[in-house]
C-alpha cells in the first residue's frame, strides 16, 4: 500500500512537533545560554578584528615606544655632531690662525711612559723656525724632534694651548697606525679617548667627539696642503730641463777655455759661472763654508731693501732642519728660502762672486763646518757683550774718580 503525498507531509509535520522545545522549559534555558555564548563569541572576534587583544595592544604600544626612542636617538646624535663640530672649527681657527700645520707625514702618536700607564697624545712635528724664540732644550737633529701638541681646549685643561716640546723619534709612531692614510688610527682613538675620561674630570661625550673632529679637521688640512705639495711638484718637473749632452758639451768647452782648475771647481770663471747660474731648477752650484750670502729676512717682503741680509754659512747639514746655520743665529731660513752668494772662500780669501738668487735646497751642498756653530756664536755674543757692558762701568767709574763725584763702591756689580 503506497502512501500519498499528504501522508508525507503528516509524517514529516510529526516529527516535527516532537522535536518542539516547550517554552519556558530546562531545554529551552540551555539553548539560549549556548545562544549568548555564541553571540559573545562572535563579539569578541569582532573586536580582534577591530584592535586586538590586550596583550597585542600593548605590544604594539611598546613597539611604537622603541621607535620613537630610536629616532629621538638618532636625532640627539645628529645634534651632538653638529655642536661638536662646530666647536672644533672654532678652536681649530682660534689655534692655527691660517698657520701651515705641514703635510701627513708631520702628524704623530707621542707614547710617553708615566707610572704605570702609557700617555698618548697626537703632535705634529714643527720646523725650527717655529720654535724660535721658545724656551726649549737643545735636541740632536738625527733622535729628537720638536713638536707642537695637537688637542682641542676642553675646559679642563689648564695648560696653555698649543704646547711645545721635544721628544725622541722612538717615541713617534704614524697616526694612521696600520690603516688608511686619510683617517687617525681607530685604535689609538678608542685608546686616546679612555685616556681623556680617566685624567678630564667631567669629560662629556660630547667633548670626546669635539675632540675627534679637532683632529679629523687638522688631518683634512694636512692633506690638502699635501695635494698642492704634489701639484707644485708636477708643475716644476713639467719644467723644461736641459738634457745631459748639452750639460756635457758646456764642460767641455769650460774646460777647454779654463786655464785654471781651482777657479772651475769653485764655479768663479766665466764659462763655469754661465753654466752654473743657468737654471734655478739644477743643482750645479755649490754653497760652501765661509762662503756669505745675501737673503732678505723670511718674515718680510723680497725687495724692500730695509730687509736685505749678509751673513757667513758657518754649517752645513743637507739632511738637517734647518740646512744652513750662519753668523745670524737668530734667522733661521728654510731649505727653500731664497739666498743668493756674494762671497766665495777660495784658499783662504774671499773672493766676490756674482751670483744670483735661489732656494737653499737647489744648491750643491755636502755636511761641514761646526755643528756646535750656533752654540758657539751665542757664547761669543754674550761675552762681547758682557765686556761691553763692563768697558762702560769701567769707564764710568774712572771719570767718577777723576771727578771726585762719588766713591767707587756705589756702583753695584
Known amino acids: 500500500m503506497e502512501y500519498s503525498s499528504d501522508d508525507d507531509s503528516v509524517v514529516s509535520s510529526g516529527d516535527e512537533m516532537l522535536n518542539m522545545v516547550v517554552p519556558f ?3 529551552s534555558a540551555t539553548q539560549k545560554a549556548a545562544k549568548g555564548k555564541k553571540s559573545e563569541s562572535d563579539d569578541d572576534s569582532d573586536n580582534d578584528d577591530d584592535g586586538g587583544s590586550p596583550s597585542k595592544k600593548r605590544r604594539r604600544v611598546d613597539e611604537n615606544d622603541d621607535n620613537k626612542n630610536d629616532a629621538n636617538d638618532d ?4 645634534n651632538n655632531d653638529t655642536i661638536a663640530l662646530a666647536n672644533a672649527t672654532n678652536a681649530f681657527k682660534i689655534q692655527f690662525n691660517d698657520q701651515k700645520i705641514g703635510t701627513t707625514n708631520k702628524l704623530y702618536w707621542n707614547e710617553r711612559r708615566q707610572k704605570k700607564n702609557a700617555a698618548l697624545y697626537p703632535v705634529r712635528v714643527v720646523p725650527r723656525e717655529e720654535v724660535l724664540g721658545l724656551c726649549l732644550k737643545e ?6 724632534r720638536p ?9 679642563q685643561i689648564k695648560r696653555d694651548l698649543g704646547l711645545y716640546d721635544v721628544v725622541t723619534v722612538k717615541s713617534l709612531t704614524p697616526y694612521h697606525g696600520d690603516g688608511p692614510a686619510d683617517s687617525w688610527c681607530s685604535k689609538r682613538i678608542q685608546q686616546y679617548s679612555k685616556q681623556l675620561k680617566r685624567t678630564l674630570k667631567g669629560i662629556t661625550e660630547i667633548d670626546l667627539i669635539t675632540e675627534e673632529a679637532f683632529l679629523n679637521l687638522v688631518l683634512k688640512q694636512s692633506l690638502k696642503e699635501e695635494e698642492n705639495e704634489k701639484e707644485r711638484s ?3 718637473k713639467a719644467a723644461p730641463v736641459e738634457s745631459v749632452a748639452s750639460e756635457k758639451e758646456d764642460e767641455k768647452a769650460e774646460n777647454d777655455s779654463s786655464s785654471n782648475d781651482d777657479d772651475d771647481a769653485d764655479g768663479s770663471s766665466g764659462g763655469r759661472r754661465s753654466r752654473l747660474c743657468r737654471s734655478n731648477n739644477v743643482k750645479s752650484e755649490p754653497l760652501r763654508v765661509g762662503d756669505v750670502i745675501e737673503y732678505y729676512k723670511p718674515q718680510s717682503v723680497a725687495g724692500n731693501p730695509d730687509a736685505l741680509c749678509e751673513a757667513e754659512v758657518k754649517f752645513i747639514n743637507p739632511k738637517g732642519d734647518p740646512i744652513l746655520i750662519t753668523s745670524d743665529v737668530l734667522t733661521i731660513l728654510p731649505s727653500d728660502h731664497q739666498v743668493k752668494r756674494v762671497k766665495r772662500m777660495h784658499r783662504g780669501k774671499l773672493l766676490d762672486h756674482n751670483g744670483r738668487f735661489r732656494a737653499i735646497n737647489n744648491y750643491v751642498l755636502k755636511k761641514e763646518g761646526n755643528p756646535n756653530a750656533m752654540k758657539d756664536i751665542m757664547a761669543e755674543t754674550t761675552a762681547r757683550t758682557k765686556a761691553t757692558i763692563q768697558r762702560a762701568k769701567d769707564e764710568i767709574a774712572s771719570r767718577m774718580d777723576d771727578g771726585g763725584f762719588f766713591p767707587r763702591d756705589l756702583i753695584r756689580n
Open 139 to 144: 735636541w740632536d737633529a738625527e733622535t729628537e
Open 25 to 27: 522549559s530546562q531545554d
Open 234 to 236: 708636477l708643475l716644476d
Open 75 to 78: 636625532v640627539a646624535a645628529v
Open 147 to 155: 713638536v707642537q701638541y695637537i688637542q682641542y681646549p676642553h675646559k
